[in-house]
């Protein structure tokens, strides 16, 4: 018999639904049922029950999507939030060519979208709390690994290579210094995450943010790295949510661009630590002219008619920082960010994208088009903290708990 959600009582298949959304794969999700729950299921089976709910969470969705875009939507959440925050970002997984079955069939790596909505606490100030630059980034050591884990970049000395530094040495956002992290407790946090292109993502990010009841929010931001396609979904769909570009993704295009203008270490170093402590203090546009007038130094007017620059030339690189700093200013005012209580990095939204990487992401997985949508819905709907898998497994279309309700329904009436 070939085993389905219907085949299963409520409990137990919450259990199967459940562990397909934590685990790292459908194999493993049968090996725990067997030892937890004395349940035997094989992989394939449990594979086939989360693709069937996945498919019935994309239909909500989608349904919900069609009633924003119509204006229909209703808020489910009547509290006004203090905070809200929306952050979105992308993973990576592999798709197999389409119609094949399971295994790797010309597989490619494919970018899933994520996007993290969350309710925060807020703390206002009279002034900036934390006016002076982060100890973290005086370290020399700390700032190379930070920017080779997040970017790969090399170090400062250019006789050094990115293989003397121990490979466990990879630190992150979420590594600062506690007094480097003036951030606010986030409260409640639900997630959106699909493969799909990025004009069809965003009615879906706002759709969630809409039954949230983020457009009454006292206070909103939206936080990204220097992507294009999250600013444009941004402008569109948050427009009144403050728009903050992640402070360490900016420093690391402040560091390539260190490293370009100066070929010896102690000067590179040192540009470094003096556009950083611009950024933090808000005087992007003085590390933006800074840039623009060594530029123009790396070549004559005469040299630059005669050929392009290629993509490793310092003059080049200089342009392509230039340009990001330029395009991204209006997004790096940060002392005012930290005066309103508002977050100043994507830490937040950077976790989230590796707590879905360990689900979908791997070597050895290779996801059909729609199985990798449903387990995205899946383990999104998981994951936040609104009930919203154990709603769905009670109302949805088979559930016994839906058909009771609707036996009382048509009874009382």
């Known amino acids: 018999m070939r085993l389905t959600s219907r085949n299963y009582s409520p409990s137990i298949l919450g259990k199967i639904i459940r562990s397909c959304a934590r685990q790292p794969s459908f194999e493993e999700t049968a090996d725990v049922l067997q030892d937890l729950a004395e349940l035997t299921i094989s992989g394939r089976q449990a594979g086939r029950i989360a693709h069937e709910v996945g498919q019935q969470l994309k239909t909500h969705r989608d349904l ?10 209703k808020p489910r959440v009547e509290t006004r939030p203090a905070l809200a925050l929306v952050g979105v970002d992308g993973g990576r997984l592999q798709i197999r060519r389409e119609g094949e079955g399971p295994g790797s069939h010309d597989p490619s790596w494919r970018e899933d979208k994520i996007a993290l909505l969350a309710t925060a606490t807020i703390t206002v100030a009279n002034s900036d709390p934390e006016p002076d630059l982060p100890e973290c980034f005086r370290d020399q050591k700390w700032v190379e690994e930070l920017f080779r884990g997040i970017s790969g ?31 606010p407790e986030l409260l409640v946090r639900t997630y959106v995450a699909s493969t799909c292109t990025s004009d069809e993502f965003g009615p879906m ?35 009144t949510f403050e728009a903050i570009i992640d402070f360490l993704h900016a420093m690391g295009h402040v560091y390539t661009a260190a490293k370009a203008a100066e070929t010896k270490m102690e ?3 040192g540009l470094f630590q003096e556009w950083a402590e611009a950024c ?13 007038v060594l530029g123009d130094s790396q070549v004559s007017s005469e040299e630059a008619e005669v050929s392009a620059p290629s993509e490793d030339e310092p003059r080049k690189i200089l342009q392509q920082e230039l340009g990001y700093l330029e395009h991204n200013r209006n997004r790096m005012d940060y002392p005012r960010y930290r005066q309103q209580g508002l977050p100043w990095t994507t830490s937040y939204v950077e976790s989230t994208v590796k707590i879905f990487n360990r689900r979908v992401k791997g070597s050895e997985k290779f996801w059909g ?25 009670k109302n949805r279309p088979i ?15």
Do not use: C
Request: hydrophobic share 40%; net charge negative; aromatic share 10%.
């Open 205 to 239: 990010v706002a759709a969630e943010a809409q039954t949230r009841n983020f457009g009454n929010a006292a206070h909103r931001a939206f936080l990204g790295d220097g992507s294009a396609w999250i600013w444009k979904l941004q402008q569109e769909y948050f427009p």
């Open 267 to 269: 000067k590179r170093w």
């Open 369 to 393: 088009e729609t199985g990798a949508e449903a387990i995205l819905l899946l383990r999104a709907a998981f994951l936040s903290e609104d009930e919203q898998l154990a709603r769905h497994l």
């Open 399 to 413: 559930s016994p708990f839906r058909n009771y309700k609707a036996r009382e329904d048509r009874e009382a009436a």
């Open 64 to 73: 919900q999507v069609e009633k924003f875009e119509a204006g229909q939507l």
């Open 153 to 183: 970049e090399g170090p400062m000395n250019p006789a050094e290579t990115q293989e003397d530094a121990p490979a466990d040495s990879n630190p992150e956002a979420d590594d600062q210094p506690a007094s480097a992290r003036k951030r």
């Open 280 to 292: 933090w203090k808000g005087q992007v546009g003085d590390v933006v002219e800074q840039l623009r």
